[in-house]
């Protein structure tokens, strides 16, 4: 499966961005999915990860209550809407897809995943 990442952008801290994540050569509905970011200097972290089902969803304390991962299997998409945005979420931002995994489980780890798309740009200003 290509997965492609988009709706990154410039926005002030306290403002709200809405990433996307389409797929292409594969059901998503067959993946585990995972929101992750890399910042200036910084290792990639796990933000935001969600099964199979979009039942279960799991997210890094820094994110948790701001961020929200939701996926549409139908449409093949995953989505990460942020909101109350920090100038410390600023990093690039990548989806990516586990297969196989368990219809209710998520997973955190980013050596999990198999796929991974080319990552959007998300700059907060202060």
């Known amino acids: 499966v290509q997965l492609q990442a988009s709706g990154g952008g410039l926005v002030q801290a306290g403002g709200s961005l809405r990433l996307s994540c389409a797929a292409s050569?594969?059901?998503?509905?067959?993946?585990?999915l995972g929101w992750f970011r890399q910042g200036p200097g910084q290792e990639r972290e796990s933000v935001a990860v969600?099964?199979?089902?979009?039942?279960?969803?799991d997210y890094s304390g820094s994110v948790f209550g701001r961020f929200t991962v939701s996926r549409d299997n139908a449409k093949n998409m995953m989505y990460l809407q942020m909101s109350s945005l920090k100038p410390e979420d600023t990093a690039v931002y990548y989806c990516?897809?586990?297969?196989?995994?368990?219809?209710?489980?998520?997973?955190?780890?980013?050596?999990?995943?198999?796929?991974w798309g080319q990552g959007t740009q998300v700059t907060v200003s202060s």
């Open positions: 990516a897809a586990k297969s196989p995994t368990y219809y209710q489980r998520t997973y955190r780890d980013a050596g999990d995943y198999d796929h």
């Open positions: 050569g594969g059901a998503l509905s067959d993946y585990g």
């Open positions: 969600i099964s199979r089902s979009g039942r279960n969803t």
